[in-house]
T-cell receptor, first 114, second 117 residues
Framework: AAGVIQSPRHLIKEKRETATLKCYPI?????VYWYQQGPGQDPQFLISFYEKMQSDKGSIPDRFSAQQFSDYHSELNMSSLELGDSALYFCASSYRDRGRNTIYFGEGSWLTVV | AQKVTQAQTEISVVEKEDVTLDCVYETRDTTYYLFWYKQPPSGELVFLIR??????QNEISGRYSWNFQKSTSSFNFTITASQVVDSAVYFC??????????????FGKGTKLSVIP
């Protein structure tokens, strides 16, 4: 079965640069989530989209933005990168339907800021 | 507010031993979902199980079993006859069953399991 696809898998950027992460959810899933996991930490919720509209917002810095496109793929844009942004970024998707809403995660994108 | 506590930060067992990972949660919701995810050293988050709060039946899947006790707000995970491939960080997570907007998962801090050959 198709899973959540994230790209790139690894990314190295310098401080103050910009990075964009892409996510392709599982087909027909209507909700996309972004999580950030720092070294040795649990995943922290950043933002979610339901049917291409932002549905919830967590601890996402103002330097970050995200959107979901008409084909349901999503992008997380990170500007003015800081060393502390180095983390594993997960995209996840699910159905919102209460009976089917297991959240499945992609393999993650490793961002290193140097 | 929701909270998930995994009191065991790290556990080491010898291969073939049984091991139980503890998870205790707090929520004001009357209905909710509980999850376990596995994160191997390669980094991906692998879904293991979802449990509805209104279904307290325990579940077994091969060497894995889960014990959900609503009375003690616990959702413990047992691996029987552990194997080296079980070495990973295991996260317990909670999310509301329904509600306006907040469908995201609240994770515990994770338990790092090392299975020694």
């Amino acid at each position: 079965a198709a899973g959540v696809i994230q790209s790139p898998r690894h990314l190295i950027k310098e401080k103050r640069e910009t990075a964009t992460l892409k996510c392709y959810p599982i087909p027909r899933h209507d909700t996309v989530y972004w999580y950030q996991q720092g070294p040795g930490q649990d995943p922290q919720f950043l933002i979610s989209f339901y049917e291409k509209m932002q549905s919830d917002k967590g601890s996402i810095p103002d330097r970050f933005s995200a959107q979901q496109f008409s084909d349901y793929h999503s992008e997380l844009n990170m500007s003015s990168l800081e060393l502390g942004d180095s983390a594993l970024y997960f995209c996840a998707s699910s159905y919102r339907d209460r009976g089917r809403n297991t959240i499945y995660f992609g393999e993650g994108s490793w961002l290193t800021v140097v | 507010a929701q909270k998930v506590t995994q009191a065991q930060t790290e556990i080491s067992v010898v291969e073939k031993e049984d091991v139980t990972l503890d998870c205790v949660y707090e929520t004001r919701d009357t209905t909710y979902y509980l999850f376990w995810y596995k994160q191997p050293p390669s980094g991906e988050l692998v879904f293991l199980i979802r449990r509805n709060s209104f279904d307290e039946q325990n579940e077994i899947s091969g060497r894995y079993s889960w014990n959900f006790q609503k009375s003690t707000s616990s959702f413990n995970f047992t691996i029987t006859a552990s194997q080296v491939v079980d070495s990973a960080v295991y996260f317990c997570a909670l999310r509301p069953y329904s509600g306006a907007g907040s469908y995201q998962l609240t994770f515990g801090k994770g338990t790092k399991l090392s299975v020694i050959p």
